[in-house]
């Protein structure tokens, strides 16, 4: 299973490479300016993953950077359940640190799940140039456990 998701990761990756990630303009423009919107430095592309396999959820995420700019990237992703319709309970925590420009982690060993319920994986992807750092954050889609 763990190939399986690192395929799926890998699948998802190359589609979306073509997807760009935006951050909002700086407020330094001209009142009057509108300035198109500004890509991260250091990160190009995200990719977060939720499925299910005998009772467990399995949790992936996926981050690019830029060869040769991007030192250090980090994953964190953490399964929530929906609690009373509108509210996310966090279930379970796991973060990775690569020391390249791009990294895949998968939360082990895999939260178990109670079927009928709604989950999502909330992913904060963080990567570095030296000392300089920037942050995304991103969801997967929701899913009820089978």
């Excluded at 977060?48 to 964190?76: P, Q």
């Excluded at 009928?116 to 991103?138: C, D, L, M, P, Q």
Aim: glycine fraction near 8%; hydrophobic fraction near 35%; charged fraction near 15%.
């Amino acid at each position: 299973m763990k190939k399986t998701l690192s395929i799926l990761l890998a699948i998802i990756l190359a589609v979306t490479l073509s997807v760009s990630v935006y951050a909002l303009p700086t407020e330094s423009a001209a009142e009057n300016e509108e300035s198109p919107p500004t890509r991260f430095s250091y990160i190009n592309v995200t990719a977060t993953v939720l499925t299910f396999s005998g009772g467990k959820a399995v949790c992936g995420g996926s981050i690019s950077g830029y060869n040769g700019t991007t030192t250090k990237v980090e994953i964190e992703l953490t399964l929530q359940r929906r609690t009373l319709l509108l509210f996310w309970s966090d279930e379970v925590t796991g973060r990775q640190t690569f020391n390249t420009w791009r990294g895949n982690y998968e939360l082990a060993p895999r939260p178990s799940v109670s079927s009928g319920t709604t989950y999502r994986v909330k992913a904060v992807y963080t990567a570095w140039a030296g000392s300089n750092k920037e942050t995304h954050t991103t969801y997967s889609g929701t899913a009820a456990a089978p």
